[in-house]
């Protein structure tokens, strides 16, 4: 079946660890992206890639990092920069003949920093 | 002023009712307009997406879309216990550009 793997489903992180949420997806999609979700707040885009070795930040960048060396695979790090990373954390994908508004979703990781 | 605002609920509802969700937005630049259902501690799957004004009707889900008014709305006819979820409304000023989600609505339908 296509779809889109995200990997651990549940993630624990000390303060000042780096953590890499994985992202697989088998659909042959061009475009991916990473989102933050949190309670009582929309969707929030942290990077998107819309092509193999390239990727755009998104509108909260800050502290995490991410790669696009493979198309099927595109993990977000987050790092001890980030302020407040605990957050349930969406990985997408979409064609390249469309955007953003027909993305298709992964399953989720939620985050905890303990 | 949020881009985009919508109830957090929750809503509560008896099945076999019809169910009325809705989002304003600010921006009048927005012209493709996106439903999204979420189960708990799952990602979001697309419901209904709709370009500019109108209606569009799926099954037993209708989303409309009022330009004028800037506010959008999905109505449920019949609605069932597996459409107990969080249903997040989104908007974007063209098919590759950002888009904007709203928090989302909680709805719970009793059965």
């Known amino acids: 079946d296509g779809g889109i793997t995200q990997s651990p489903k549940y993630l624990f992180r000390k303060e000042g660890q780096n953590v890499t949420l994985s992202c697989e997806q088998n659909?042959?999609?061009?475009?991916m992206y990473w989102y933050r979700q949190d309670p009582g707040q929309g969707l929030r885009l942290i990077y998107y890639?819309?092509?193999?070795?390239?990727?755009q930040k998104g509108d909260i960048a800050e502290g995490y990092s991410v790669s696009r060396e493979k198309k099927e695979s595109f993990p977000l790090t987050v790092t001890s920069a980030q302020k407040n990373p605990t957050a349930f954390y969406l990985c997408?994908?979409?064609?390249?003949?469309?955007?953003?508004?027909?993305?298709?979703f992964g399953q989720g990781t939620r985050l905890t920093v303990v | 002023q949020k881009e985009v605002e919508q109830d957090p609920g929750p809503l509560s509802v008896p099945e076999g009712a019809i169910v009325s969700l809705n989002c304003t937005y600010s921006?009048?630049?927005?012209?493709?307009f996106m439903w999204y259902r979420q189960y708990s501690r799952k990602g979001p799957e697309l419901l209904m997406y709709?370009?500019?004004?109108g209606n569009k009707e799926d099954g037993r889900f209708t989303a409309q879309v009022d330009k004028s008014s800037k506010y959008i709305s999905l109505f449920i006819r019949d609605s069932q216990p597996s459409d107990s979820a969080t249903y997040l409304c989104?908007?974007?000023?063209?098919?590759?550009?950002?888009?904007?989600f709203g928090p989302g609505t909680s709805l719970s339908v009793i059965p």
């Open positions: 890639s819309q092509i193999v070795n390239d990727f």
């Open positions: 921006n009048s630049a927005f012209q493709y």
């Open positions: 709709t370009y500019s004004s």
């Open positions: 997408a994908s979409s064609p390249r003949d469309r955007g953003p508004t027909e993305a298709f």
């Open positions: 989104a908007m974007s000023k063209t098919s590759y550009d950002k888009v904007i």
């Open positions: 659909l042959n999609h061009d475009a």
